[in-house]
């Protein structure tokens, strides 16, 4: 397996497997209904283009055998001018296939190296609180809860 930086080349399977990560979130919580047919969508494809030339963000895919098998979405998060810069894991996806077998945390590090090169102390992501295997993961590897949003349907 190879660990690289999105082309342009690979943005329709990044595209499929950012629309599976949804597509689970779709199935758990009615707040995040998807819009399906975006995620084939030049408005889709052109954002993701513009990603992988913004220097501030670092998408990286894990390749095996010439297919994207997962992907991992950073960037530099600019907060309050008086609140430091943190480093944002923003989205994270492994085919399933290919789960369990150290896929995700050689993305974690990769990206974790690139924030420290970048001078930040600290990394933060948001998952769904309701999406066990990735709770369970990120509590595995040292992340600690630190926000919390609410909801209510109005």
């Given at each position: ?30 707040i995040d209904k ?51 810069k943190v480093g ?17 945390a050689m993305l ?47």
């Amino acid at each position: 397996m190879k660990i690289r930086k999105l082309k342009k080349e690979d943005i329709k399977q990044v595209a499929l497997l950012r629309y599976k990560l949804y597509l689970s979130w779709d199935s758990i919580d009615p707040i995040d209904k998807l819009d399906k047919k975006y995620f084939r969508s030049q408005k889709h494809y052109n954002l993701l283009n513009r990603w992988i030339k913004d220097r501030k963000r670092l998408i990286l895919v894990a390749e095996e055998k010439g297919k994207i098998i997962a992907f991992f979405n950073s960037y530099i998060m600019e907060r309050a001018p008086f609140l430091q810069k943190v480093g944002y894991m923003a989205e994270g996806y492994v085919d399933p296939k290919h789960r369990r077998q150290g896929t995700a945390a050689m993305l974690v590090t990769r990206t974790r190296d690139w924030f420290r090169k970048n001078k930040l102390k600290w990394i933060v992501l948001s998952t769904h609180s309701l999406d066990k295997g990735a709770n369970r993961f990120w509590r595995n590897r040292g992340y600690k809860a630190f926000n919390i949003f609410y909801k209510k349907r109005i």
